[in-house]
């Protein structure tokens, strides 16, 4: 296709190739709907598709996420209860999900296999343009009336619990009233996830007519990526949607232009907090610059957000961390709505320090434009950018998804999709801009120092904010309770009813929703092939792949015994090391090198159990660094000096870092509490869940505390113990691991891997398990929050990768999840998420919840469908969808850097091709018969021995200690 080709009712608007990322993007529209699509195409087997609407929520009652959750809760050809979560465990999808933006609402979904795409596209696009909107689906995901055990009334519902849940965290609500600020007469102003006070405003009627007003054809653009020819996406489009559509004028889905300040706007607000603390205090000041449109003034704050504040060593970064006024510091810009704010963020400030800090970002940003910035760190940074452009990943999203949100959010804005995918070209032009050595200057004085349009944020902690809301609720639910007639309470009941009743009922999902069929899932999964070459000073292995000119080099160590005392401490190393000095140069020298020279440096460690046996351990530690084929000698230079000369006597660096790591470890168990129950929950079970307890969980963030907190009195016995681990850990043999073209390998053998193998080898003595005692009973755990955050874990002893019953208990935890949990806890118990998994390395079988309001209830519902799952109660189409989910897992795409480190830990661990292959058959062939077993023999038989973990508010958990039939005692999490 070219453009101005016309293929059935469509016309190829355009047709560019994109040798940069070896693609050709294709741009059409629908003649007689002027449907808008957009195709990336490439040889990518993950084929990815996205339905994006243009949205403009006016208020905080949540319109927008309400109704992206309402329309994937059933439509005209799908009319049953729960499309979306059932469409998860009917296919082999590699992503499914979708999303509420400030300006926007998406559903993409991902897939290997055609047939599996385009049943989830059927299901997609009924959902978004035909979905049946009910008022049961609007009292589930919404909010509705509830009589609790006590009969008094409360609020419940998906998202009302999510957002509940949600803004509990301090960061959430600063970038919340920075938004309000900045944004005060435009969409962006308005929290689109929604309030919980202003969701309980929301009716079902506002729901049905945003869908009406905001949900059209014209308002959509329809985004394919991957292998799919066009001609097949444009054929479904037009047979299963496009001609019943009737011709629509093309809207004007444009946001309208905020109208720019004359005087900044400055708010003092609090955030919840559970107990007083020095230091937490949040700070947060937004400039409003460019428009999305200005993609090279954009590319150009992206340079200029890495200079300034891309490392601890950067001009404005170091300036702030130095001052005192704050622990931590970040710069983000958020590209991809109308027009761009530039946001600074400070944590763990005193209340005097965030008086101070407006002035000291001004004087900064002027003093550094007095001294000017280095031409070293200007290429720096744009060599930075220009790698992270040319890397294939999407990181958390499939790569041809990101693609998206750099592309396809510019076209709807009215910009080209092309510039958002261009990468040569863009930097060539910036590189030009940036000969003008006033450019950056005079950047930083539009946008930031002659610019009155930013709003400055302050947070102060305040401890009774919870209470408040709290009691503000109630006091909200009262006056309604007030005015309730016998006629009212008795609708309200029925309501409550009937949506259980629905919610329980079991429905024949077979003949209305596509399956993947069996044949149609891969016999057998990817593998990675190693090609190693043993030399005398260890051994290098290579996965050749296309990677766009970057190489991916992982230099791993096996690692001596450690005593239970030195794990946390081996967490403390590796997070230190990348930041610290080393081969001659200071910190702020080696910070600028890197940035200068690769793509980014990670210092890391792997228990990697034993595919036959999980108490055998492999440890490693690890550096894996990136950079363009062009700078291996400097990557691999860096790699070395890290290897050797790390500098552990800068002890005001060393503090400096603490304090950084403490305010964000302190931050992560108030704001991701789910990760740290599972691990307590765990820890009792297995030699890696202890000592991943002891590395990751409270216990590490309380000797961090107490470190930082002790600082003087501590660092010296702190750096002997640094310097003799990172001696013990990484002198050993080496291990080079490396992803990349073979032009790109042949490059570094021919010139013997730039010295990484010229070192003095210390054989390490043989791993043994440390020896750890540890006796973790169930409890909750205090934070600020009106949600909770619950675990429940079972101990199944020495389950390896090879035991005959792995592969049942893994597929036992997707049935219990998608026949029990779900429908228990989410839909009817109103909370954000739950599940349940089979974590053989930890020996444990766990269930979890989140953003619940529940915790007893929750706690007996995991006892019951435990119970249930064991009894038999699941049918054989809940076998292959628990089979499905777990064949998932095994085939989600590795991105090319990352194949080779893929494939040699699974070597380290034991979990070889073969064995791969039989417990993916084990999954497949797996029989009620066998998941019955398993569930009574590892699970029902250690119901007393279980521990349950829960973080929620203090309150919360005080109310739900008398009905939980456990020795519960509640304590602070930190």
Known sequence: MKAGDTYRNFIIKSCKDLPEIESKLLEAEHKPTGASIMMIVNDDEENVFNICFRTCPQTSNGVAHVLEHMVLCGSENYPVRDPFFSMTRRSLNTFINAFTGPDFTCYPAASQIPEDFYNLLSVYIDAVFHPLLTKQSFLQEAWRYEFNSENQLCYTGVVFNEMKGAMMS?????????????????????????EPREIVTLSHEDVRAFHQSQYSINRCLFYFYGNIKPSRHLDFLEEKLLRQATKLEKQAVSVPLQKRFKEPVRNILTYPVDHQEEDKVLFGISWLTCSILEQQELLALHVLEIILMGTDASPLKSRLLKSGFCKQTEMSIENDIREIPMTLVCKGCSPAGAQKLEALIFASLEEIIREGISENIVEGAVHQLELSRKEITGYSLPYGLSLFFRSGLLKQHGGSAEDGLRIHSLFSELRNSLKNSDYLAKLIRKYFLDN??????????????????????????????????????????????????????????????????????????????????????????????????????????????????????????VFLMLQLGCGGRSYKEHLEFLLEHTGGVDVSYDFSPHANKNSFLSPSVSIRGKALSSKSEKLCGIISDMLTSVDFTDIPRIRELLMQHNEALTNSVRNSPMSYAVSMACSGNSITGAMSYLTTGLPYVKKIRELTKNFDQNIDEAVVILQRLYTKCFSGKRQIVISGSAHNYQQLKDNKFYGLLDYLIVIPEPWENPSINLYVTSQGLHIPARAAFNALAFPIGDIAYDHPDAAALTV?????????????????????????????????????????????????????????????????????????????????PVAPGSRASVAFYRLKSGRIPVLRQAFRRSVLEVTKEHICMVMDKYLESTVQETTLISFAGEEMLRNNVLTLDKDFPIVPAI
């Open 170 to 194: 301090g960061e959430a609500r600063l970038s919340e009233a920075l938004n309000a600020a900045i944004f005060p007469s435009v969409t962006y102003g308005v929290n689109s996830g929604g």
């Open 452 to 573: 009155p349009h930013f709003a400055r944020v302050i947070l102060l902690p305040d401890t009774e904010l919870v209470a408040k809301e709290n009691k503000d609720e109630q006091q909200l639910l009262l006056s309604v309770s007030e005015k309730l007639t016998d006629e009212n309470k008795e609708k309200i009941q029925q309501n409550v009813r009937e949506l259980t009743e629905s919610q329980e009922q079991k429905e024949d999902l077979n003949g209305i929703l596509p399956n993947l069929a069996l044949d149609k899932v891969p016999t057998s999964g990817k593998e990675f092939p190693l090609i190693k070459e043993g030399l005398s000073q260890g051994e290098v292995l290579h996965h050749e792949c296309f990677t766009n000119d970057i190489v991916f080099i992982d230099v791993v160590l096996d690692i001596p015994p450690l005593s239970g005392e030195e794990l946390p401490w081996l967490r403390l190393l």
């Open 812 to 892: 036992a935890a997707e049935i219990l999840d998608n026949v029990v949990l779900h429908t228990k806890i989410r839909e009817q118990g109103g909370a954000y998420g739950s599940g349940a998994a089979a974590n053989l390395s930890r020996g444990s079988f766990y269930c979890y919840s989140y953003r619940d309001p529940e915790i007893a209830t929750t706690y007996k519902t995991f006892l019951k469908g435990v119970s249930e799952i064991a009894s038999g109660n699941f049918t054989k189409e809940d076998i292959y969808e628990g089979a499905l989910g777990v064949v998932q897992g095994l085939d989600m």
